[in-house]
């Protein structure tokens, strides 16, 4: 199934802004990739996806403010995080959307008020 590992989260104050990263160990060149969240206590939700076409969509809580992108090449997806609220708390994930792999462990981001 491969592997995928989250990294560039942290604590940031609100307002700031994180880039987050997720490598696959395997192709994601003709999958829609996705990035997920999920916070204490709360279900996983879907935060971001990105076609192999290049087509984005975004839930109605990151819309004007995260950018999800990818580069085949190096089998990596993005999450840009701007203007971050205390509500975007949580451990973030990224997956293939139509059949997900193992989910990775993660990278936690944390935003102060």
């Known amino acids: 199934q491969g592997q995928l590992v989250e990294s560039g989260g942290g604590l940031v104050q609100a307002g700031g802004s994180l880039r987050l990263s997720c490598t696959a160990s395997?192709?994601?060149?003709?999958?829609?990739m996705a990035w997920y969240r999920q916070a204490p206590g709360e279900q996983r939700e879907l935060v971001a996806s990105?076609?192999?076409?290049?087509?984005?969509r975004y839930a109605d809580s990151g819309k004007g403010r995260f950018t999800i992108s990818r580069d085949n090449a190096k089998k990596t997806v993005y999450l840009q995080m701007n203007s971050l609220k205390p509500e975007d708390t949580a451990v973030y994930y990224c997956n293939y959307f139509l059949s997900p792999a193992s989910w990775g462990l993660g990278t936690q981001v944390t935003v102060s008020s």
């Open positions: 990105v076609t192999s076409g290049g087509i984005t």
């Open positions: 395997r192709t994601i060149f003709s999958s829609t």
